[in-house]
């Protein structure tokens, strides 16, 4: 009984913390006055308190503030390459999956040899490709995530397409096209979905970490992952400035997973 | 039999390993700009007849096709080609900075096994396990550059237990290692007990306690080995977050070895040393799946080629 | 009985779960060389009582009990160290599936000598050496009457037959020589050949003086072995008493249902056999041609090959003719392996023979593409051992059972449809107010009873049906029998029955089929195959189905 409340707690604290970190990314203006690009050389590397809850930096510019509009690129990029990723995965992945064998096997080898590489690194290549710069950074985690979710939804198509209810389908001799569309988009879909919850929150680490490297947008645009970066040198003065955006990082990609999860197995025990 | 199947499994190997040369070639010839250009800095204003006479002495004039032959066999004499900017064959480059990159994934990954194992097999109670499962979750989740900082500004700068900075000895070793490492042992440790706990909830672990077997037994015995065959399947993705988070790491803590070579090539362009870094990667996966399917084969002895059909049933 | 050592005695064991009380003041006892049955269905509280013999009852349940010795120790205060020192030395357990319930990644041997590495030598306690374990358990492999026993030791489980695993399973049991057996469904998993010989061998361990309790669903199992019988429903004994007694003279009105519900096999009378006499005459049953109607399903030579492992290659289904007329019924019997449902998937069109063919109401059904089968797949409908995973999840009942309607029924009005939707699931006896849920919130026998509904909606001329009723209680399974015979009746819908189970072929088939290793080896009315039975196989299966005395 408490362990369920406490899960309840948990995951109600996620969901609203994704609901304010999505209000940051379309109405900033909202949770701070100032101007996330307004120095103030009165008030260089004041530590977090009254005024500045997240301390400034070493231009005077609030922290806090930074951070809060951060959130739109952050979110949009977590987001859009994710929704993008998952609609070409999940379109190449079920044609895939209901392709005769020839093609499936051909398609799958190709997809084995992108998987071989670990995300981060695809990433980096596609910036080797595309060249630095935040449209770019965006294209290339949602490159890095298509082969997992291509994947995903070939596999799911081949468990849904030899599934007893699709034979039963077949069984009282409905239409190929049709059993496709009542019976194997709607099911393979279903997992996708919940893995995409999850993967907005690796695509955010991904993409902050380009920026981090400097690969993204350049100063002085508020964004999570240079945000850190340009506090790293701050460390032994000032560690407010690369801790805050780190945590909001965190704490996003938590909420999302716990989300993700719940979602998991509020649909793992339908089916049992 | 057994020689056909060692056969197709080199093959597929090799295969991998070409496919990523050859992606990696095509992909870097779409890559806008004159690489020569990139060769001689952005400042120099060479004359063309110079840099015609470069493009030519790099086979760059010549057919697409006839530069991807002689890119695949000077590849397989092990020939990875001349960095532009460092002037360096690619394979020296690599060599040089490998050791230090070797060093902090092996550093990581015992680390991560280490937490991970201790984390699954010794935390019990429910509640310890509740703790730790947050724990994990916000390793997994926290960005690996923001650990190394936080880490940095604790221990380096705080404490002042281990430099901030370098490569030289173990001290210098143990913040990079351990930034790696807690993102793959919280995955790894959460793998891990979902698989302990799901064997200890099969039948034969009802069996085995009903020999007497205790809880020690019933883990090293049983139940870890079972544990282990979904933890072989995240392999792959711990190799990519020793090698991903090198990048990372190297470039928070000033160390040299491969990822900065990875950065540098990348911010600069020095194509060779990229898609010499594509095919190295290619080829340390392919050896880590062979390692992974061989752990299987001696984990799992069930593993065995299935009953077909001889058409097709599908 | 009376003057040899008890080995179990509990009293008013109760064992709950939160507000639920899943046991209710239990009380049994056995004896040294006696072997009580504890039957009852699923969630009446068998396998609770069972593990609280073994203190392994799981984590959230609450136990109260007034005695509880086990083998000469009073257990009732048992801490988890207690009940480790006391299990595999004094009471040991045998459970339904030994591919499950030994360890899939150790060998069989090193499965067996477990207990004796955790206790030590029995009696003694002393630590064992390294030979003397592999001998031992050499021993104990020997004595449940596992061939090469040595050789055996050193394979894995899945390398062995079900009968060898569920052996090897009783041998790790017995290593610490345990006054006390608790085998929970030892035979389910088994063909009835070899739970024949797997209850025999309990029947000997028995006679050496090994004390068991056998938990079952299954009360013809039973029969055979247990010398009382103790019949739990809803947490409660309701009734005990020697077997016997029990089985001829039922006093509670649950035994009685249950006795009812339980398929029966006539008894068969195995005359001399005539050397031949299988092979030369298969009598040809069910072929239909004297009346002049087109038989429903025509069968004709089907062979279905598969490659094996190894390379070689194994006919699934070899040779396999046969007719269904309208509103007759042909049962498929045989073992586990023996390709009937790979025969069942080519009646269906969802797998096509190597060789034959197959007719349906007298045009080509296999080796025709998919496309000209699909108008006609609504007068052949399937019915599967697993309703739940044949049932798109998403879907209510009432769309599950409106998927099945023909071309013709969609065009109709809604209205019309919903009405037919319910007269369906009115025919199936289920009730309307079904018509909402979904799959998983159905019980089994319903489940059973919406695909039924589901296959009648396209008003086939017959339904194959595999294994429909294993995985059922027995009184469910009653009731869908009896539904499926209604509806043969009723609808004059043929029926081909696929089991392993010759009782419930024997109550609702009129025609038999025997298969082994893919091939037809006897067929007949299933009266005189089953009275009668002439293929040396056929005597062997029948004669090990349990009977009631």
Not at chain 2, 71 to 96: A, C, E, H, K
Not at chain 2, 156 to 162: N, R, V
């Given at each position: 009984m408490r362990a369920r409340l406490r899960g309840r707690l948990g995951l109600i604290s996620a969901a609203l913390f994704l609901v304010v970190v999505i209000v940051m990314a379309i109405a900033p203006w909202i949770f701070t006055p100032i101007d996330p690009l307004t120095t103030d050389t009165s008030q260089i590397l004041q530590s977090p308190g009254w005024g500045h809850p997240f301390g400034t930096d070493q231009t005077g510019r609030d922290v806090f503030t930074r951070v809060v509009y951060g959130a739109s690129y952050s979110l949009g990029v977590g987001a859009g390459a994710t929704a993008a990723a998952l609609i070409v995965g999940v379109v190449v992945g079920t044609l895939v999956g209901l392709a005769p064998r020839v093609v499936d096997g051909?398609?799958?080898?190709?997809?084995?040899?992108?998987?071989?590489?670990?995300?981060?690194?695809?990433?980096?290549?596609?910036?080797?490709?595309?060249g630095p710069g935040p449209i770019n950074v965006a294209v290339a985690v949602g490159v890095a995530a298509l082969p997992a979710y291509i994947r995903v939804a070939r596999a799911e198509t081949l468990v849904v397409r030899r599934s007893g209810y699709v034979e039963a389908a077949k069984g009282m001799g409905?239409?190929?096209?049709?059993?496709?569309?009542?019976?194997?988009?709607?099911?393979?879909l279903r997992p996708l979905g919940v893995i995409a919850t999850i993967g907005i929150g690796t695509t955010i680490v991904a993409a902050a970490g380009l920026s981090f490297l400097g690969l993204g947008p350049q100063d002085p645009t508020p964004e999570w992952g240079l945000l850190l970066s340009g506090g790293r040198n701050l460390l032994g003065q000032a560690w407010w400035v690369a801790f805050f955006p780190g945590a909001m990082i965190t704490l996003t990609v938590v909420s999302a997973t716990v989300v993700g999860r719940r979602l998991r197995r509020a649909r793992e025990g339908r089916r049992s | 039999m057994i020689f056909r199947r060692i056969l197709a499994r080199v093959a597929g190997m090799l295969v991998v390993v070409w496919g990523a040369a050859t992606a990696a070639f095509l992909v870097l010839k779409l890559v806008p700009g004159d690489p020569v250009d990139v060769m001689l800095g952005v400042s120099a204003q060479a004359s063309p007849e110079l840099k015609q006479s470069?493009?030519?002495?790099?086979?760059?004039?010549?057919?697409?096709?006839?530069?991807?032959?002689?890119?695949?066999?000077?590849?397989?004499?092990?020939?990875?080609?001349?960095?532009?900017?460092?002037?360096?064959?690619?394979?020296?480059?690599?060599?040089?900075?490998?050791?230090?990159?070797?060093?902090?994934?092996?550093?990581?990954?015992?680390?991560?096994?280490?937490?991970?194992?201790?984390?699954?097999?010794?935390?019990?109670?429910?509640?310890?396990?509740?703790?730790?499962?947050?724990?994990?979750?916000?390793?997994?989740?926290?960005?690996?550059?923001?650990?190394?900082?936080?880490?940095?500004?604790?221990?380096?700068?705080?404490?002042?237990?281990?430099?901030v900075a370098g490569a030289d000895g173990i001290q210098s070793l143990v913040l990079p290692a351990m930034t790696i490492a807690l993102p793959v042992a919280g995955i790894l440790g959460q793998v891990l007990r979902t698989g302990l706990e799901d064997a200890e909830e099969q039948p034969f672990a009802t069996t085995a306690r009903a020999r007497g077997a205790g809880p020690a037994r019933l883990v090293l015995r049983h139940t870890l080995r079972h544990a282990a065959i979904p933890a072989l399947t995240l392999a792959g993705y711990i190799v990519g977050s020793l090698l991903g988070g090198a990048?990372?790491?190297?470039?928070?803590?000033?160390?040299?070895?491969?990822?900065?070579?990875?950065?540098?090539a990348i911010t600069n362009r020095d194509l060779p040393v990229v898609m010499g870094i594509i095919v190295f990667t290619a080829i340390v996966f392919v050896l880590v799946n062979l390692l992974v399917d061989l752990a299987y084969r001696a984990i799992d002895p069930r593993i065995a080629p299935p009953t077909t059909a001889i058409r097709g049933a599908r | 009985m009376t003057s040899s050592r008890e080995v179990v005695r509990v009293s008013g064991l109760s064992v709950r779960f939160g507000q639920a009380v899943v046991v209710d003041s239990v009380s049994l006892s056995v004896s040294a060389g006696e072997c009580l049955a504890i039957v009852g269905e699923s969630g009446s509280g068998k396998t609770l009582t069972a593990k609280a013999l073994l203190g392994l009852l799981p984590d959230g349940a609450s136990v109260v009990v007034d005695e509880l010795v086990i083998?000469?120790?009073?257990?009732?205060?048992?801490?988890?160290?207690?009940?480790?020192?006391?299990?595999?030395s004094r009471v040991g357990l045998v459970s339904q599936d030994a591919l499950v319930s030994l360890d899939p990644l150790r060998r069989v041997g090193a499965e067996v000598a477990e207990v004796l590495e955790v206790h030590g030598a029995p009696g003694s306690g002393e630590r064992m050496l390294r030979a003397a374990i592999v001998d031992a358990v050499t021993g104990l492999l020997g004595r449940v009457a596992v061939p090469e026993p040595a050789e055996r030791a050193r394979q894995y489980p899945h390398e062995l037959s079900g009968g060898l695993r569920q052996r090897a399973l009783i041998a790790s049991a017995l290593a610490g020589e345990p006054g006390i057996l608790i085998a929970d469904e030892p035979t389910t998993a088994l063909d009835v050949t070899v739970q024949a010989q797997v209850l025999d061998l309990l029947s000997r361990l028995r006679a050496d003086g090994l004390g068991i309790v056998v938990i079952s669903h299954d009360l013809a199992v039973v029969a055979g072995i247990a010398d009382r019988v103790a019949v739990m429903k809803d947490g409660r004994i309701v009734e005990e008493g020697a077997t016997t007694e029990v089985l001829s003279n039922p006093q509670h009105p649950y035994t009685r249902m249950l006795l009812a519900a339980a398929p029966r096999l006539p008894e068969p009378s195995f005359p001399e056999l005539v050397e031949g006499s299988v092979a030369g005459g298969f009598p040809s049953t069910g072929s239909g041609g004297g009346d002049g109607v087109a038989p429903v399903l025509r069968a004709t030579g089907l062979g279905r090959d598969f490659r094996r492992a190894d390379g070689g290659i194994r006919s699934a289904v070899d040779d396999v003719s046969f007719t269904v007329r309208a509103g007759a019924a042909i049962g498929v019997v045989g073992e586990s392996g023996s390709g009937k449902t790979t025969l069942a998937r080519l009646l269906l069109a969802f797998d096509e023979p190597d060789r034959g063919s197959v007719a349906l109401e007298g045009h080509e059904w296999s080796g025709i593409p998919e496309r000209r089968r699909?108008?006609?797949?609504?007068?052949?409908?399937?019915?599967?051992?697993?309703?739940?995973?044949?049932?798109?999840?998403?879907?209510?009942?009432?769309?599950?059972?409106?998927?099945?309607?023909?071309?013709?029924?969609?065009?109709?009005?809604?209205?019309?449809?919903?009405?037919?939707?319910?007269?369906?699931?009115?025919?199936?006896g289920l009730d309307a107010s079904l018509e909402g849920r979904r799959p998983h919130e159905l019980s089994g026998g319903q489940r059973q009873r919406v695909a039924i509904a589901r296959a009648l909606a396209s008003e086939p001329r017959i339904l194959v049906c595999d294994e429909p009723v294993s995985a059922l209680d027995v009184s469910i399974q009653a009731t869908i029998i009896d539904l499926l015979a209604g509806l043969r009746r009723?609808?004059?819908?043929?029926?081909?029955?696929?089991?392993?189970?010759?009782?419930?072929?024997?109550?609702?088939?009129?025609?038999?089929?025997?298969?082994?290793?893919?091939?037809?080896?006897?067929?007949?009315?299933?009266?005189?195959?089953?009275?009668?039975?002439?293929?040396?196989?056929?005597?062997?299966l029948v004669a090990a189905v349990p009977r009631m005395p």
């Open positions: 051909v398609a799958m080898r190709g997809v084995e040899i992108l998987l071989a590489f670990p995300e981060f690194l695809i990433a980096l290549f596609a910036i080797a490709v595309l409905m239409h190929p096209l049709r059993v496709a569309v009542s019976h194997v988009v709607p099911n393979t | 470069i493009r030519a002495e790099l086979g760059l004039d010549q057919p697409l096709l006839v530069q991807y032959v002689s890119y695949l066999s000077r590849l397989v004499r092990g020939d990875f080609g001349t960095s532009y900017q460092l002037r360096l064959p690619v394979t020296d480059v690599i060599g040089q900075q490998l050791g230090y990159t070797l060093q902090l994934a092996a550093a990581s990954l015992a680390l991560a096994l280490v937490i991970a194992l201790a984390g699954a097999v010794l935390v019990h109670g429910r509640a310890a396990r509740g703790v730790f499962s947050v724990l994990e979750l916000l390793a997994i989740s926290s960005p690996p550059f923001w650990i190394g900082l936080v880490l940095l500004s604790v221990f380096a700068f705080g404490l002042g237990w281990f430099p990048v990372i790491v190297e470039s928070v803590f000033a160390r040299p070895g491969l990822g900065r070579v990875a950065l540098a | 083998d000469g120790v009073d257990a009732r205060r048992n801490s988890e160290r207690d009940w480790r020192r006391i299990r595999g699909r108008s006609r797949r609504g007068g052949i409908q399937y019915i599967s051992q697993d309703p739940l995973g044949s049932f798109d999840p998403r879907y209510t009942v009432a769309r599950i059972v409106a998927e099945g309607l023909r071309g013709d029924a969609r065009g109709t009005s809604p209205g019309g449809r919903a009405e037919r939707i319910r007269h369906l699931l009115d025919s199936v009723d609808l004059g819908v043929a029926l081909v029955f696929v089991s392993h189970d010759l009782a419930v072929v024997a109550q609702l088939c009129d025609e038999v089929l025997v298969m082994k290793e893919g091939r037809v080896v006897e067929r007949g009315s299933t009266r005189d195959v089953f009275e009668n039975p002439r293929h040396p196989f056929t005597r062997a």
